[in-house]
């Protein structure tokens, strides 16, 4: 099967090519770039193949039957229309089709909603949760790095009504690649070395995803708090989520809740009482590894959750996605270890 990529030169966009080198049945065939059409990705990372030269963006110049887009917000509102219409499957990586109120993406992205019918199209990603919708679909939303983490650790706990409604805290951080290639002066080097900082404080655009998915799963949910720091290390984010239990539990309980909720979830790794993950445990692989603790005291969980922000967060999701999409078997291409250390 023949895929295309557009936003080929960002660092979502070179690591599908990277997942996507050894799958055994789909094939990259055409590379995009709305900037630099005729270059080689080469000359761009010489740590890439000289075979992808990049192309204009151009509905009808895209080879693949599935088309991924790797493209900041905004860009895929314009060019999915184009590309469903021209007979391709789509898979957006960015936040354009996650919210099912255009409204309330206007809010939060500060940006021209996409077209209601397109939007209407589009199935929610977090391919745990959604398999027979993503088998399918024709749009895929490709959930965002931090959403992916916090929904995977939250959904046991929403699902079974374990936690109070109003008292979940999610305190997040992530590695600079979270935000892409693009150079700012908040991911310079010595602003983010040796430091951490918070930001987007109350304000973050995946704060409406997160809800809205809680929501699906428990109408009860009400608004949570959500802040999110920037870290200095390259790939990464940690969740930890604060929520207070809602009737009596124990840790060996949650720990089987967990279990056995992802038991056919080859993605999810669940971790035994006292042992928390860390971002290096996932490091480069599709893997969401979560570790769970009560607090007897205050009867508060803990849920920590780590995903590595350009696989599961982003590329590898995508490729999951493409596995329930096309028919594959979901692990396809993507059992690689984590790297470590
Ligand atoms: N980085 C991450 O961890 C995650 C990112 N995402 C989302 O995935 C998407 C891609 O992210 P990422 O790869 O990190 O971003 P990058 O900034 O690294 O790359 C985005 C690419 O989009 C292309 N682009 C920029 N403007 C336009 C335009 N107007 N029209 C078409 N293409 C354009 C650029 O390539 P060119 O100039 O060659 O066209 C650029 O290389 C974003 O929406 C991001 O929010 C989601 C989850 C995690
Ligand atoms: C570290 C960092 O800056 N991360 C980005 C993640 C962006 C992202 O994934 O945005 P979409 O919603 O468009 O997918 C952020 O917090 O905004």
Known sequence: MKVSIIGATGY??????????????MRVASVHSSSQAGVSLHDVYPHMEERFVLRDIRSDDTEGELVFLATPPGVSSEWTPKLLAAGHKVIDLS????????????????????????????????????????????????????????????????????????????????????????????????????????????????????????????????????????IPMTRGIMA????????????????ELYK???????????????????TKDVYGSNYCDIGVSYDERTNRITVVSVIDNLVKGAAGQAVQNANVMLGFEEQTGLTSMPMYP
């Open 240 to 255: 930890t989520i604060y929520a207070e239990a809602a009737c009596i539990v124990s840790l060996d309980r949650i720990i």
């Open 12 to 25: 979502g966009g070179i690591e599908l090519i990277r997942l996507l080198q050894h799958h055994p049945h």
């Open 95 to 230: 936040g354009d089709f996650r919210l099912r109120d255009g409204s309330v993406y206007a809010k939060w992205y500060k940006k021209t909603p996409p077209n209601e019918e397109v939007l209407k199209q589009a199935v929610y990603g977090l391919t745990e949760w959604n398999r027979e919708r993503i088998a399918n679909a024709s749009l895929i939303a490709n959930p965002g790095c931090y959403p992916t983490a916090t929904l995977l650790g939250l959904a046991p706990l929403v699902i079974q009504k374990w936690i109070v409604p109003h008292s979940v805290i999610v305190d997040a951080k992530s590695g600079v690649s979270g935000a892409g290639r693009g150079v700012s002066l908040g991911v310079h080097f010595a602003e983010a070395n040796e430091n951490v900082k918070i930001y987007k404080v109350n304000t973050h655009q995946h704060i409406p995803e997160i809800e809205q998915m809680l929501r699906d799963w428990n109408e009860q949910m009400g608004p949570m708090t959500f802040s999110t720091h920037l």
């Open 260 to 278: 056995e909720t992802y038991k056919h979830c080859p993605f999810v790794r669940v971790r035994e009482a006292g042992s928390f993950p860390c």
